[in-house]
């Protein structure tokens, strides 16, 4: 699908601008196709999509995720994608996440500053925020059915075998930029893991007819 003329903030646009999907190597490409299956079967038969991205600690891995794709869904006019994260138990939204998506171009704008704070992620003007803060598998801002489940860690995708209430899970795993924090690559690993979740996910969205 070609993107349409969004109202995305721009510093979004440069950064989306800078990705580089068509690098996509045939393996990974094969990693993602049951995502795209899934998105482009709800697509056809006019269903909402959901996709909830699971992680073990819902920390850092699946709320980029979660940013990401609605952010690409929007971006690509893909309509009815509702996108959530959650992990295996809630911990808190590390806040290098926040400050990785905030270079990336996005609003973010703190609500609480408890042990697990919630914020405001926004990618345009014109559209709700994403809710930003570290859940579980039974918090109430997931759905119970009609979704999908996309394990983004190795650690959640051995432990949750099955889902409850998930129509399809599909593994789509990602290195945790966790192993630089306080080392002088902290900033530059997770830019960089922030930067492989987009790029795949706009090839996902892209792919959408």
Known sequence: MIPTQSNLFPEIGNTINRLKPEHLNKDRKAVLKPLIDYIQLKVDSQQEIRINFICTHNSRRSHLSQVWAQTMAYHFGIKNV????????????????ADTLK?????????????????SIKYAHNQHPIIGFSKSLEDEFIPRS???????????DSACPTIEGAEKRIPVTFDDPKAFDNTPQQVEKYQERSDQIATELYYVFSQIK
């Open 82 to 97: 509702f996108c959530y994260s959650a992990g295996t138990e809630a911990t808190a939204l590390f806040p290098m996440v």
């Open 103 to 119: 270079n990336s171009g996005f609003h973010i704008k703190t609500l609480s500053q408890d042990s697990n704070p919630v914020y």
């Open 146 to 156: 009609e979704f999908v489940a996309i394990m983004t860690c190795s650690q959640a």
